[in-house]
């Protein structure tokens, strides 16, 4: 297994998963120039517009931070497209990506040679998110550089695959990049990710309890009370199923026990329906390992700390 020079040089081998909503350029900022590959969902940009002005913002200052930090120059950053019909967004995000070069493509919801070979164009890598082998191979297959393997427990889109099974079953075929995504809140999670074979740890829910995250101060003390019992597995939401906090579809007036299917086939990322969802709050099992909201910087610290301590252990 190797990883492409872009993905080689950060202080713990993590990406910030890109949150909906939540994800912002503060965060992205923060977690790159803390040393790990920060992201953002191209649609948490609205209206469209604004995802250059992000773009815009993100490049200057990791540009500036790195002319005065030679010695400890920024991680890059990776914008996520939502590779769906419903997302009437994509053809201009994309151009949005290939005008200011975005190092890191992140996929989701579907695999598109045109979009692989948009990136590919000016030098950039795409990852694609999968829950599965078959899915795994089909993003390959079309272009996909590497995979994000979402397994049992992750927050948002999540599958119901063990981690182990996942990760074993793709590496009996593929050696490329693979990010593991499932309940890694810790830097000894991230070396036992590792340590089943993947590359990198994804990282999501964690990032909500940050200051520079979009989430309200009642979804980050949410994030901050949770243990892996309050998370419920649902495709209401969107159509598709994720893990979401059960106090925040109480507070919605839903019964976490009784919670209706939803039609795959009406699954929207449209404006109007981030809005119908806002209090929605999704997360993965890790939560329990979440004990405060505090700055990326000092989170991404813990968790180097942290991955450090575990591989001496392991070495003693």
Not at 64 to 82: K, M
Not at 168 to 187: C, K, Y
Not at 294 to 314: D, G, K, M, N, Q
Request: aromatic share 6%.
């Amino acid at each position: 297994m190797s990883l492409p020079p872009l993905l080689q040089n950060l202080v713990i081998p993590v990406i910030g998963s890109p949150l909906f909503i939540i994800s912002n350029p503060d965060l992205v900022i923060a977690q790159c120039k803390a040393g790990i590959v920060g992201s953002f969902p191209a649609l948490n940009a609205r209206p469209g517009p604004v995802l250059e002005e992000w773009l815009k913002r993100i490049i200057g200052e990791l540009g500036e931070h790195d002319a005065r930090h030679p010695e400890r120059l920024s991680a890059p950053f990776a914008v996520n497209q939502i590779v769906h019909r419903s997302n009437e967004r994509l053809d201009h995000d994309m151009a949005m990506c290939v005008k200011y070069r975005v190092p890191l493509i992140i996929t989701s919801l579907g695999a598109r040679e045109d979009i692989y070979r948009a990136a590919h164009d000016y030098g950039g890598i795409v990852l694609h998110d999968i829950i599965n082998d078959a899915f795994a191979r089909k993003a390959i297959s079309k272009g996909a550089d590497g995979l994000i393997a979402v397994a049992a427990g992750a927050g948002g889109h999540a599958g119901t695959t063990s981690p182990f099974a996942l990760i074993q079953e793709i590496r009996a075929w593929f050696d490329g990049p693979v990010a593991l995504s499932g309940s890694i809140a810790t830097g000894s999670a991230v070396l036992a990710a590792r340590a089943m074979g993947a590359d990198l740890g994804y990282i999501g829910s964690a990032f909500i309890a940050t200051t520079e995250a979009n989430a309200s101060e009642a979804y980050k003390a949410m994030i901050v009370g949770a243990g892996a019992d309050d998370i419920i597995y649902t495709n209401l939401i969107t159509g598709v199923h994720g893990n979401y906090l059960k106090q925040s579809l109480v507070a919605a007036g839903l019964d976490p026990d009784n919670l209706p299917v939803s039609d795959a086939s009406k699954m929207s990322f449209a404006e109007d329906k981030a809005k119908a969802w806002k209090d929605i709050w999704g997360s993965g099992q890790g939560v329990g390992a979440i004990k405060d909201v505090v700055p990326a910087a000092e989170l991404v610290a813990r968790l180097t700390r942290e991955y450090r301590a575990a591989t001496a252990r392991l070495c003693a």
